[in-house]
Nanobody, 121 residues
Framework: VQLQASGGGLVQAGGSLRLSCVVS????????INWFRQAPGKEREFVSG????????RYADFVKGRFTISRVAAKNTVYLQMNSLESEDTAVYYC???????????????WGQGTLVTVSS
């Protein structure tokens, strides 16, 4: 599978961004599409995930109520709408695929390139 992330940028605290992840070359093990992020000096952490067929969604506690994950099957695209952004959300955001539900980066099977989100305070 190939994943292409885009949509990052510079935004002021309280602002919004929408990230996109275009997926191609699906395989039978790509059941979930996930968003992770990695801030400087920190480990890559799970942000949100969606089960492609059923559309069931999961979020890390630190983004609940602020971020929304969605998919448009016709476009093979997963979106991450990020609202009420905080300086702590500054990170490189990655989309990934996995066979099972994951909470750590070790569980992901494929990765796209990252897209940088910078939130200024």
């Amino acid at each position: 599978v190939q994943l292409q992330a885009s949509g990052g940028g510079l935004v002021q605290a309280g602002g919004s961004l929408r990230l996109s992840c275009v997926v191609s070359g699906w395989t039978t093990i790509d059941n979930f599409i996930n968003w992770f992020r990695q801030a400087p000096g920190k480990e890559r952490e799970f942000v949100s995930g969606i089960k492609w067929r059923e559309g069931t969604k999961r979020y890390a506690d630190f983004v609940k109520g602020r971020f929304t994950i969605s998919r448009v099957a016709a476009k093979n695209t997963v979106y991450l709408q990020m609202n009420s952004l905080e300086s702590e959300d500054t990170a490189v955001y990655y989309c990934s695929s996995s066979n099972e539900r994951v909470t750590t980066a070790a569980g992901a099977s494929s990765w796209g390139q990252g897209t940088l989100v910078t939130v200024s305070s």
